[in-house]
C-alpha cells in the first residue's frame, strides 16, 4: 500500500503561483512513478504532469506546459508541482497518485494509488 496525502493548496489571483506537495508513505515510494491530476467541477480527471522514479523524465500536458514543474525529493518521500502564472481555469482539485511499475503514463488508469487532493482556486 501507498498512502499519498497532498498539500499547499489554496485561493491565489491568476498570474500568482502555488507549490504543491505530495508526502508518500508505505511502499517503497522512490520506484515509483508519480504524477498529478486535477478535476475541475463538472468536468472528468485529467491529466496534469507526471516524473519517473529517478525524476531523469517528465512529462506534461499542453496546458500547463511552461508553467508548471514538477519534481521530486525521494529522500524526503515527497513530489511537488509548482505552479506559475495561474490562470482561472486552471482552478481544480488536484490529485497526486503513484504508479507501481515502470515508466510514465497519462492515463488515469495507469495509476495504482490516489490521494484525496487539495483545492486550487484561482480568482480572475
Known amino acids: 500500500q501507498v498512502q499519498l496525502v497532498e498539500s499547499g493548496g489554496g485561493l491565489v489571483q491568476a498570474g500568482g503561483s502555488l507549490r504543491l506537495s505530495c508526502a508518500a508513505s508505505?511502499?517503497?515510494?522512490?520506484?515509483?512513478?508519480m504524477g498529478w491530476f486535477r478535476q475541475a467541477p463538472e468536468k472528468e480527471r485529467e491529466f496534469v504532469s507526471t516524473?519517473?522514479?529517478?525524476?531523469?523524465?517528465?512529462y506534461y500536458a499542453d496546458s500547463v506546459k511552461g508553467r508548471f514543474t514538477i519534481s521530486r525529493d525521494n529522500a524526503k518521500n515527497t513530489v511537488y508541482l509548482q505552479m506559475n502564472s495561474l490562470k482561472p481555469e486552471d482552478t481544480a482539485v488536484y490529485y497526486c497518485?503513484?504508479?507501481?511499475?515502470?515508466?510514465?503514463?497519462?492515463?488515469?488508469?495507469?495509476?495504482?494509488?490516489w490521494g484525496q487532493g487539495t483545492q486550487v482556486t484561482v480568482s480572475s
Open positions: 508505505g511502499r517503497t515510494f522512490s520506484s515509483n512513478s
Open positions: 516524473i519517473s522514479w529517478r525524476g531523469g523524465s517528465t
Open positions: 497518485a503513484s504508479r507501481l511499475t515502470a515508466g510514465i503514463r497519462i492515463g488515469i488508469s495507469d495509476y495504482d494509488y
